[in-house]
């Protein structure tokens, strides 16, 4: 049995589609019974509970043979990080009284620093609050996700997709979360190892990669336009930010756009994703078609 956390969401829910695929059982800690619905019926066991709540993490933790965690994704986090410091207190109370055989953690390229991040740093909270469990964890620190770029696809079919990225020609890390999904469930049910390790998970891709990858699969040119740095709080407002709290979005861009968010850290391991922008963009496609639409 495998604990997962985040069933519902896209890192969560690949992990045990592969976990389930290899024949494993799988626990879910779940706020909303009827949301995860779907994994239930995939014979996942649903425990109630959430990551906000240390004993209820405990119990779900009980004669797990590993367990995979995450943060929940907040864009609009308290100066102070406290939402993710709340959450780390409590998995690391809950995994010190359950002692899982081995903890699978979802990290990011750039959790090594320690400032400069925007909401990254969440994440470099996470790997530091955990720091002195002695349990063997390994960190997945991946890169941007493909998935990220759908949001766009309804622009792109002019012929733009805009991006964040600028240059938009310069790659950085990204992958695809089926890739992640894939590399936690391996970790989780592979070789045991000891300690704290830490593995990258991801390619290097330009937005302008990507740009073409999509225009492949939309049967258009399409070409990458870096948004001007003065326009990221409108843009990210019309996602659905507050204005006046982009800060925290923007400064991550800041940081993998400057380089400070990058592969190649001393220590670590790294596995290059095998998904490509294409894929993920295929997939979608077949999934609706709704996005073709004008």
Do not use: C
């Amino acid at each position: 049995m495998f604990l997962v956390t985040g069933i519902t969401g896209k890192v969560g829910g690949a992990t045990a589609k592969h976990l389930l695929a290899h024949g494993k059982k799988v626990r879910a800690l779940v706020r909303n019974r009827e949301k995860a619905a779907y994994w239930a019926n995939q014979g996942v066991e649903l425990v109630d509970g959430d990551w906000n709540d240390s004993a209820a993490i405990e119990h779900a933790l009980k004669g797990v043979e590993g367990a995979f965690v995450m943060l929940p994704a907040i864009w609009t986090p308290s100066p102070d990080f406290k939402e993710a410091r709340g959450v780390i207190t409590n998995y690391v109370e809950a995994l010190a009284r359950a002692l899982p055989p081995r903890v699978v953690a979802l990290s990011s390229m750039g959790a090594n620093r320690a400032s400069g991040l925007g909401i990254i740093t969440a994440l470099s909270l996470l790997e530091q609050g955990f720091r002195d469990l002695t349990l063997p964890i390994a960190y997945v620190r991946a890169g941007g996700f493909f998935e990220n770029f759908l949001y766009s696809l309804h622009i792109a079919q002019g012929g733009t997709l805009p991006v964040y990225y600028d240059p938009t020609d310069r790659k950085s890390t990204m992958v695809a979360s089926d890739d992640v999904g894939a590399g936690i469930a391996a970790l989780l049910t592979g070789p045991a190892w000891s300690g704290h390790r830490i593995i990258e998970l991801g390619s290097m891709v330009s937005a302008d990669d990507v740009a073409t990858q999509l225009g492949e699969v939309l049967k258009v040119d399409v070409k990458a336009f870096a948004i001007p740095r003065a326009g990221w709080p409108t843009a990210f407002e019309q996602f659905g930010i507050p204005k006046g709290q982009t800060g925290p979005a923007e400064a991550m861009f800041d940081a993998v756009n400057s380089g400070w968010m990058a592969l190649g850290v001393e220590g670590t391991e790294h596995v290059p994703g095998t998904t490509s922008a294409r894929d993920v963009f295929a997939a979608a496609r077949n999934a609706t078609t709704a996005w073709f639409r004008g």
